[in-house]
């Protein structure tokens, strides 16, 4: 793991680094900020206890030899000496540079944060989950002490079925009429479409019922379903029941608009052939009654 310490900003202009650089050279200061990083790796409290002179020259990376160059750096103060113990310290290393100094103690605070803050939530689910059982076993108790009548609605008596056909789902209802028209449009849709199949039958069933309690009748909705299958476009898009009643308004309004107007022109002799003039005066009137409708029949006379 990377370490790093606090190194002041022109630390070199300090009248101490400037008799370090007359003394040893670029070396000796370079000697010091290499120190620095030692303690801070190996040495985080700034004590350099059990390195002797020639430890702390080779932690400098300054030749052993040169055992001086630790005297130097104690006159001036970058060092500190203590006799009773025969240790040298860094000079107010632990002001300087606190991360590192008190490097054990933070790091332990913080696991200690972590630690508490973990069990805090930990208690959280564990309440949270407590209180969801504690729920669930109530609701459970309640409903097991709960005395069923046959006036209760939650707990009809399976013996006394309810005659109300309106407090039955649909799909509850013995052969519901939506049932029936489902079977209907199922049939259909296998005389016109063989192999083919309505998508989710028990769906058809439920929605067709909504509708016929809506006011819709069965004949109606028979009626929009035959014209769908027989149109190109729509009888692939219907056979869900979803897909049918999301465009039920449209192809009910397609459907009526598509049915063929039949004009009921009566003949004026059926004994006899039609003149020509009495052709052209039919063509006319079937025109108008059919609101300017084009007549593709045949030019001549039957």
């Not at 500190?80 to 606190?98: K, Q």
Request: net charge neutral; with cysteine.
């Amino acid at each position: 793991m990377a370490y790093d310490c606090r190194v002041y900003a022109g630390f070199e202009r300090h009248p101490k680094f400037i008799a370090i650089k007359e003394a040893y050279g670029a070396d000796g200061v370079l000697g010091v900020v290499i120190l620095w990083g030692y303690a801070a790796e190996y040495r985080p409290s700034g004590v350099l206890d059990g390195m002797s002179k020639a430890g702390i020259c080779r932690a400098c990376q300054i030749e052993a030899k040169q055992t001086e160059y630790v005297d130097f750096l104690t006159d001036c103060r970058i060092l500190d000496y203590d006799a009773a113990t025969d240790t040298y310290s860094l000079h107010n290393w632990s002001e300087r540079n606190p991360n590192c100094a008190h490097r054990d103690e933070i790091s332990a605070q913080k696991r200690a944060n972590i630690n508490s803050r973990w069990e805090r939530e930990r208690e959280k689910r564990a309440r949270r989950e407590a209180k969801k059982q504690a729920g669930k076993t109530g609701k459970k108790a309640a409903d097991t002490g709960r005395i069923r009548t046959e006036a209760d609605p939650k707990y009809p008596n399976p013996s006394q079925p309810s005659k109300d056909k309106d407090s039955l789902s649909p799909l509850s209802r013995e052969s519901s009429e939506g049932e029936r028209v489902r079977d209907a449009f199922a049939a259909s849709l296998e005389q016109r479409q063989p192999g083919a199949r309505l998508k989710r039958s028990d769906a058809w069933a439920e929605r067709l019922q909504v509708a016929i309690d809506a006011g819709q009748t069965a004949e109606q909705l028979q009626a929009v379903w035959e014209w769908a299958l027989a149109d190109a476009f729509w009888r692939s898009r219907i056979l869900s029941a979803k897909a049918f009643f999301d465009n039920l308004a449209a192809i009910s309004i397609q459907c009526q608009e598509q049915e063929p107007v039949q004009t009921v022109v009566p003949l004026q002799n059926a004994e006899r052939p039609l003149t020509a003039e009495e052709w052209q005066a039919m063509k006319k009137a079937s025109v108008e009654s059919t609101d300017g409708a084009v007549n593709k029949g045949d030019d001549a006379p039957p």
